[in-house]
């Protein structure tokens, strides 16, 4: 008989479920948009069906896409088990433009369908694959709820789907049998031995403290620091702008590209990173819309929340978050752009020799075994509101990538808009480009 399997989430998995509400989707994706090549079918139209194959064919390497939501009883604390009822046709959909369709109507279209929240009761996850794009083109929609990825591993999914080499062949997967989930009754008991067994775990890490006195105040020193500074940052409230408004369920989705060689000519010339080009970049461009606001720029505070991978180097293929942020603000008030873009490259490197986005890993620790904090902790920071925009940065691949030998042109991310969040700022970057 099968044995019975279950995962429970993590505090930072867990907290994105719990952020969400009717006008907060925490989903996150993008557009990805392909020359039709060998995936052509008759009439402008694409070979759905293929493609929907070859998803399957790639599911056994990223089983999350097969599970769906479970709860252990009374305390409501979510697992991931297999899902006996998953239907592929359900989550890989069919959708097409009027021909012939151009990037506005697909913007529009892309708007709508990240308007609309996923079932929790299913696998929490859709592809939409979208024909009718002028110029011999399509493109699929990924929705991927952010308790399943974050920014780095997002990257890894979209690569098992995607290969450097445009390979038409590919083998039928081997047939998938669900694994039991627990009754109610078995998930109640875990956690309750789980409560029991705390005391022991806590004695054991101050034991390991105790036989290594000085390692252990130099880190109890380093992390209260790193704590206070993180705390320090977050109990100052930005300024209030047009962009902080409370916001509905609907989104519009817009992008730009702009090339990656120039962004790196940039940092090359006055140092610093591609990321702080692209945070500079943002700071002009949310300057000169706060202008037309006809606000005063010099005593604003503009705070941005920048996503940050806790992955070591190497660490990749793995689903769920590893992911913490920094706080910073952007100097919106410097009218000079290369007076800004060296303010903020400082402060980047300062973030990095102190480590801070460590800080938030204390609070999930504790989260992981105290369920009430966390649930108290969302709900005080969707409250607070401490920073004003979102903008985050995904390193993508350098080279050209395929979908069965159909060639990707461009793509393009979203991020998800919390309380009071009238903008998202998602950076991919992608064969040149950005």
Known sequence: MPEIWYEPLSATDRSFLLFEQQSTHMHLGGVTIFERGPLAAPHGGVDVARIRAYI?????????????????????????????RFNLDYHVRHTALPRPGDEKQLKQLAGRLMSI??????????????????????????????????????????????QPMPVEHFDPPPPWRPRPA???????????????????????EARRALAEPRAALERARTTFDRTWSFLRSGLHLPSPTPLNQPIGPYRRFDWQSLSLAEAKEIKNRWGGTV?????????GAVRQYLQRKMLDLGGVDFRVVVPVSLRAPGEHGGVGNRVSAWLLSLPVHEPDPLARYRLLAAETERRKRTREERALEVFTRIAEVMNPLLTLGVRVASLMSPYNLIVTNVPGPQFPLYLLGARLLAGYPTVPLFQNQGLGVAIFSYDGRL
């Open 56 to 84: 399957a064919s790639r599911l056994p390497l990223i089983p999350r896409y097969r599970q769906r939501l479970a709860y252990v009883p009374l305390e409501g604390t979510p697992v991931w088990v297999d899902d006996d």
């Open 117 to 162: 929240p996923l079932d929790r009761r299913r696998p929490l996850w859709e592809a939409w694959v979208i024909e009718g794009l002028e110029g011999d083109r399509f493109a699929m929609l990924l929705k991927t709820h952010h308790s399943v990825v974050d920014g780095v591993s997002g990257v890894d999914l979209m690569a098992t789907l995607l």
């Open 182 to 204: 627990p009754t109610d009754a078995q998930l109640l008991t875990d956690a309750v031995l789980r409560r029991l067994a705390l005391p022991w775990q806590a004695w054991n």
């Open 275 to 283: 990321n702080d080009v692209v945070l500079a970049t943002v700071a």
